[in-house]
């Protein structure tokens, strides 16, 4: 069990702050390098079409996996990282509803795969049955990160966050060695890497639950509320929903998809960056106790946020017209528009996204929520419209429109909650003990 002075005494400090964020940062950019490596030997290995199916079949378990939790994890880490001393208590509360999730999302994945299979040719269909597996395992990987997040046990997080896309791509390059790059073979890689990651984040999160009996003071049905709450506001369309692709499958071909999301392997940075900061920001908020300190804390998280993403998008704009074509092939050549528009968008999903971490750290959810439902609103119009008249083009410059209409709801929200420079001086003071990146 850890103790709230050991909790706390961890995470004191904006020197310990500075270095989770850029540990985070670190083990985000690695785990994009290695999804680059393997996104370029699978595209060389199945080609266009395939790329395509791999995309889809992919998608429609992490997709559900995703939406199917209704924002529980994120109820876990916030409870946690407010009472540490009662996170086996906590963890506890959530298990009966985390196991009805798993079976229910599973029994849905099953009729979406036949409703889908059929019409499909028998490598797809082989490769679809081994997709089962991955509402249970993304369900179970979510929960343990949940868990390690809520601790502040940022190293540990990074490390089993690079673990998944790090086998995968260990994986494909010996199926590329011996001359299997198959549909099938790739699917069942990339399965078992999640399998083996998920065990081992269950594990590691499920160690420093091993003792301690102290009685929740959050019920399931309230860890529910709080999850419902956020759960539109939690992820952002391109990243966990996917929406674009999705209608990119459906409007235009397996082949356009292929080439859609070839067009967002290096865009995935920016989202990685956001994530590796807002990963570490929100605990650290929610551990913060006094509002002022918490105001601080997202302006200085934001801006490094911007920083970083802003110095990563003008070198990968710059660079993207030899990347694409040297690293897929000229046979993705026409992904290379794509991925300059997608850049744009992945900006504004960045920023967007550390900012929704942010305020529900600080108890505000509210803001992430209309952000959401904005983006759904100007999204699917504009993907009507622009896809079936510019093709992929067009899905890409919806996200564009989606990303800054969103962008621009959850500005005006944080920008509402940031104190005035008017604010007396003596309502600061009283929070002057709160480092702006670490916890009291």
């Known amino acids: 069990m850890i103790s709230q002075a050991a909790f706390r005494g961890r995470g004191r400090g904006r020197g310990v702050a500075g270095r989770a964020v850029a540990e985070s940062v670190i083990a985000g950019l690695a785990s994009q390098a290695v999804l680059i490596v393997s996104g370029v030997l699978v595209a060389r290995a199945l080609g266009v079409a395939d790329r395509g199916h791999l995309a889809w079949l992919a998608l429609i378990p992490v997709s559900l996996a995703q939406l ?3 924002g529980l994890p994120l109820a876990l880490t916030y409870f946690v990282s407010r009472e540490p001393t009662k996170s086996r208590a906590i963890v506890h509360a959530a298990v009966r509803p985390a196991a009805a999730q798993a079976g229910s999302l599973l029994a849905l994945h099953v009729l979406v795969l036949a409703w889908i299979l059929p019409s499909q040719g028998s490598h797809v269909v082989f490769a679809g049955l081994v ?11 979510q929960y343990g990160l949940a868990i390690v997040q809520g601790q502040h046990r940022f190293r540990q997080l990074s490390l089993l966050r690079l673990l998944a896309p790090g086998l995968y791509s260990l994986s494909v390059a010996a199926l590329a060695v011996a001359g299997l790059g198959n549909l099938v073979a790739i699917t069942a890689a990339w399965v078992a890497a999640s399998a083996v990651a998920t065990a081992l984040t269950v594990i590691w999160a499920s160690r420093a639950l091993a003792s301690g009996g102290d009685q929740a003071s959050v019920t399931s049905a309230e860890m529910r509320r709080f999850g419902f709450a956020n759960i539109l506001g939690s992820s952002s369309l391109i990243e966990r929903f996917r929406v674009d692709q999705i209608a990119v499958g459906l409007l235009l071909s397996p082949a356009a998809l292929g080439l859609y999301v070839v067009g967002t392997a290096f865009t995935s940075v920016l989202g990685f960056i956001a994530q590796s900061i807002g990963g570490v920001g929100y605990p650290r908020v929610a ?10 804390a997202v302006r200085v998280y934001f801006l490094v946020t911007l920083a970083l993403c802003g110095i990563s998008l003008l070198a990968l704009e710059a660079s993207v017209g030899w990347l694409v074509p040297s690293f897929f092939g000229s046979e993705f050549a026409d992904a290379v528009l794509v991925t300059r528009i997608l850049l744009i968008a992945a900006l504004l999903l960045a920023l967007r996204r550390v900012l929704v971490e942010l305020l529900r750290g600080s108890g505000s959810p509210g ?13 699917l119009p504009a993907l009507a419209v622009l896809t079936p008249a510019w093709g992929v083009s067009g899905a890409a410059a919806s996200m564009v429109i989606s990303s800054a209409a969103s962008f621009a709801v959850i500005a005006w929200v944080a920008g509402r909650r940031v104190p005035s420079p008017s604010k007396p001086a003596d309502s600061v003071a009283a929070d002057s003990s709160v480092d702006a990146m670490g916890s009291p």
């Not at 803001?367 to 999204?379: F, T």
């Open 131 to 141: 997709t089962l597996p991955v509402v249970p395992l993304a369900l179970s990987q």
């Open 367 to 379: 803001g992430g929520n209309l952000a959401e439902l904005v983006a759904w609103l100007s999204l």
């Open 68 to 70: 199917g939790t209704l």
């Open 287 to 296: 551990a913060i106790r006094g509002e002022v300190g918490q105001r601080r």
